[in-house]
Every structure is written in C-alpha cells, then in structure tokens.
C-alpha cells in the first residue's frame, strides 16, 4: 500500500534532525576578528595575511582580496580587457554576478548552455560561440561542482583569450588534483555569508600572471598599489590607480582567516554525504543529482542540487517540490526568482531600457545585449524549470541521508496524487 503524502496529512518522512548547518561561526572566527580590533592601527595587515594563506591553499603566486565575490568578478574580466566590442562568453546557469561585470565594462556577454548533467559550462557550445572578439570565458563551478578545465584549457590555448574560473561556490574542489582557481588565468571566490569560506561580505581573486594581478590591482584597490605593484606599468597612477574601491574590510577577511581552518573538514564530511545521497536518489527513476566529472573533486558544495523529471514522475515539478519540503526535505524551491537556470532571459540582458541612467547604462550600443528568446538555450532552461536545491547541512547523519531519500522515494512514487492535488490547489 502507497504511504500517506505529507502533503496529504500523512506523516513525514523525515523527522531526524540534520545538525548543523554549513554557515558555522565560532570561537575562532571571533578571536581572529578581535584581534584586528585590538590590533586597530595595523589592521590593513589582515589583508596580506589572508591574502596569503589564501594563494598558498590554491596554489597560485598571487591573491586579491575584495569586498565581495562581484568585485572580483569585475576585477577580473576589466583585467581580461573586456570593452566595448569585446565578447565575453558566460554559461546561462550562474549568478547573475558572473554576468553583470561584463556589461559594467562595456563588453557584450555571450552565452551558453550548460552541460545537461554536471550544470557547468558546455565545451561545445562554447567553442561554437567564440569569435575573433572573444576576450575571456567565464566558467562557473555549479554548486562547487567543478567545470570540465582540460576542455576549457584546449578552448584557449594558444588565444588571447581570459579563462576566469567563478569558483565562487567551490572553495578547495579539485580538477585532476589542482585547486579550482589556479587551472585557468583568473579564479575569482564568493566569501559572502552562505559560502563554505566566509566574511559574511568578502571576494578574493587568484592568478599567476602579474600583468593581470595589477591590472585587477589598479581597478580597485586604492592605497595597496604602490606596495605590491609587480610590473611597474602603473606605477604613475601611484596609490590612486582608477579610484574605485574594491578593498577589503580587514574583519571581513579575519573571519574568513578563521574559517580557512575549517574548510578541509567541513569538505570531506559534505563529499561523504553528498556522495551517499547521490548513490541512494540514484535508484529512483525520475529524480536526478547533479553529476561530477571523473576528473574532479567537488569542494565548497553550497547547495545539492538535482533535477525532476515531470514526465517520468507524472506530477508537475513545482508540486514534486512542495511535496517534498511537507515530507521534511530542505528544499529551497526558489533562492531567487531568477538565477542559475535562466539567466540569458532576464529583461536585464535582453530590452530593459536604461534610459535615464549613467556609465555605460545609458547609451549601451546596440550590439552589447543581444536579446535571446525562450528555447535558444535548451539545456539550461530546462535545468531552470526543473531543479532542485537541498540547503545543506554540515555532517547530517546515515539516518537522515536515509530519510532524506525516502522521501523522494516516496512522492516521486506518487505522480498521480500530486497530479490531482495540482489541479485541486493549484
Ligand atoms: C556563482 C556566483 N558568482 C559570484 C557571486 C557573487 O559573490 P558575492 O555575493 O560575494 O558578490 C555569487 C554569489 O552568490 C555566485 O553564486
């Protein structure tokens, strides 16, 4: 006999609790962001030090602390020289952080669709879009899933072009054993307050290549140039550079000083449960987790992600979704209405008129959005219509990994039922 829906006033699947949350401040975060408070007058100190810490965990010469993962981001795609004309190739399925640099600089994003399993950029379709006005690649590692880095290496070899690793969900994934953030030129990470390294507001930039360290150097980091400066090209704009303000808030990366201590374990318990949740979601036709590459180690792991598929559980995925967050799952339907899926439809990157505006807004030229319609990219629309997102716990136990998949068990067996609850409450 099929079990009760909780959505139906049966009981729930999952009753055990899942233990702390990814987001975990303690003690230590604390005794780092005091000391700079007690250590005032040589607080900017911070910087260097988590700049440090942070280039020798990724294992590039040099690292870039901002004040957000987007500072960063506009960092490095202005290092990348994205101007007016300029062509910037950017996957649908990411934060629209990923994206919105591009415009700020003057450049057209271009972009592609994903991979159907792992949600990271597709090699293909993003060799079939590059142009002689291509100057950089974003890629995202989806979730802290990392991309498909020897494809992407081979897109750019031997081009001018910028390959700008998003590991903003990533923080300590592997690629064939190398850190996400030091395979392509530029790696760019989130330190905002839900990501597995955080200052609650914090970025950080990696790369090895001194001509874009101070080019990203220039941009936004007033008052740092003179002192670490490398090639000297910039060197009459003195501690000036271009006046914007991307700077770090030395508390901001003290926290996440403290939070670098954590990563290594909070990564190998999130990989066993993630690992074990795939294996057992695996077994039910019609529900699908996101899938890894052989080649890489996720790390970061922000959200566990998956996709419905209506037709094989017969029941709309919207109300899959409500079914399962009543039977208990941690399912965070909509983060944002907008966002990793669909993000080449936004009105933002299609016909919002600016009119009124400064900067670049306010006379973009014709060719720097260009409007897409729904169906031109596939793949990542579908991934839009039919994702889902677990919030993710930090070592939740075999019992609730157990429960969690039970539940899926349970209503994906039950597409008729939710069928008709859709159609009575729509
Ligand atoms: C993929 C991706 N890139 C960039 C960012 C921007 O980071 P921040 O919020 O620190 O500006 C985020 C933030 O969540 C993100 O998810």
């Not at 919030?391 to 899926?408: C, L, M």
């Amino acid at each position: 006999m099929e079990k009760i829906l909780a959505i139906d006033g049966g009981p729930k699947a999952v009753t055990e609790p899942n233990g702390d949350w990814w987001w975990k401040v303690g003690d230590l975060e604390k005794w780092f962001v005091n000391r700079v408070i007690d250590d005032f007058d040589n607080a900017y100190d911070e910087l260097d030090k988590f700049e440090e810490e942070f280039r020798q965990l990724v294992g590039t010469r040099y690292a870039l602390a901002t004040c957000n993962g987007t500072a960063a981001i506009h960092s490095a795609v202005f290092a990348a020289g994205a101007r007016e004309g300029m062509e910037v190739i950017v996957p649908s399925v990411t934060w629209h952080a990923s994206i919105t640099p591009i415009l700020h600089c003057g450049a057209t994003p271009v972009f592609c669709d994903v991979d159907p399993d792992t949600y990271c950029a597709d090699p293909d379709d993003v060799r079939s879009r590059m142009t002689s006005r291509t100057c950089a690649i974003v890629v995202t590692h989806t979730y802290g899933n990392p991309a498909d880095m020897d494809s992407f290496l081979d897109i750019v070899d031997g081009t001018d072009v910028t390959l700008i690793e998003d590991a903003s969900h990533a923080h300590g994934a592997e690629w064939d054993r190398k850190q996400v953030g030091s395979i392509g030129d530029i790696g760019c990470f989130s330190l905002q307050g839900s990501k597995a390294v955080t200052g609650i507001e914090a970025g950080v930039a990696t790369t090895d290549d001194p001509a874009l360290y101070d080019r990203m150097l220039v941009l936004g980091q007033y008052g740092r140039i003179e002192k670490l400066a490398v090639t000297g090209e910039f060197a009459a704009l003195r501690n000036m550079g271009l006046g914007v303000k991307y700077r770090a808030n030395p508390m901001a990366v003290a926290m996440a000083r403290g939070q670098l201590h954590r990563l290594a374990g909070l990564n190998s318990s999130r990989r066993r449960w993630f690992q074990r949740l795939d294996d057992a979601l695996h077994e039910i036709p019609g529900v699908h987790s996101q899938a890894v590459y052989p080649k890489a180690t996720r790390g970061g792991l922000i959200l566990y992600a998956g996709t419905i598929d209506a037709d094989v559980i017969g029941a709309p995925v919207p109300m899959v979704l409500k079914a399962l967050a009543a039977e208990g799952v941690p399912t965070t339907p909509e983060i944002t209405p907008y966002g990793y899926g669909a993000m080449h439809l936004e009105p933002l990157f299609n016909d919002f008129e600016f009119s009124g505006l400064g900067g670049p807004w306010a006379d973009l030229p014709a060719d720097t959005r260009r409007p897409m319609s729904p169906g031109s990219l596939p793949v990542s629309e579908r991934i839009h219509r039919s994702r889902f997102w677990l919030t993710t716990p930090v070592d939740p136990s075999p019992e609730w990994i157990r429960q969690v998949a039970a539940a899926f068990a349970k209503v994906a067996a039950q597409g008729p039922r939710l069928s008709e609850l859709a159609e009575s409450k729509p």
